[in-house]
């Protein structure tokens, strides 16, 4: 059943003759409605199936991070969210493996998408439960450059935990740290480690960088 909440003059809603009715970034949309699959599907669809959601379960994961890194991305292009541009960025990238034993190489993962420079010889080490960032900026960098944040992400896989801060000390400082929240007796034996930058408005970011897996 379709409903037009705001009035005869106003978008529908709902179901309607074969059709979904929705609003999408204020935009009414109208689409053809699913049907139930008469054959199964094949092995190349289940993989695509499978690859599909292991990129959008990790997707969404680290949303509130990708949500940031791949916001200037997205407003190039009308009608695209930070979230079609993530998934777009690592849906054929970092899937490896064949069906059914696929799995996500993390060394390709990219949590921001932009133009801002890294830092260089970044690095990344862990102590009590506390990951260390440190860089070294080039010699021509200069304001407003020094005032761009640090983005720091760490990924768990096996719990699928997140510890982030999408903007935290400045580039200045050379350094920063991300608190993991370690818990005795979890499960979890290693991490997947990032780095990214954002401009202090927050209209400019760098691309990610991975900096390896870390051993607990």
């Not at 133009?115 to 990344?124: K, R």
């Amino acid at each position: 059943m379709a409903r037009m909440k705001n009035g005869v003059y106003g978008p529908i809603t709902g179901k309607l003759c074969g059709t979904v009715s929705y609003t999408r970034l204020g935009v009414p949309v109208i689409r053809s409605a699913s049907r139930p699959r008469s054959k199964p599907s094949t092995q190349k669809q289940l993989a695509v199936q499978k690859a599909f959601n292991l990129v959008n379960e990790f997707v969404t994961a680290v949303n509130s991070f990708t949500n940031v890194g791949f916001k200037p991305k997205s407003r190039k292009t009308p009608g695209r969210t930070p979230n079609n541009e993530a998934m777009s960025a690592n849906l054929k990238a970092i899937i490896t493996g064949e069906y059914p034993d696929l799995s996500i190489d993390y060394a390709k993962v990219r949590l921001s998408d932009g133009q801002l420079p890294l830092g260089e010889n970044i690095t990344v080490s862990m102590d009590s439960g506390i990951l260390y960032y440190t860089w070294q900026n080039q010699p021509t960098i200069a304001y407003p450059r020094l005032t761009d944040q640090a983005m720091l992400l760490a990924y768990f896989p096996e719990t699928k935990r997140v510890a982030m801060m999408p903007g935290s000390a400045r580039r200045a400082n050379g350094q920063d740290s991300l608190n993991l929240y370690l818990e005795m007796g979890n499960r979890e034996t290693y991490l997947e480690a990032y780095i990214a930058f954002i401009s202090n408005d927050r209209e400019e970011v760098s691309d990610s960088r991975y900096l390896g897996r870390i051993e607990l």
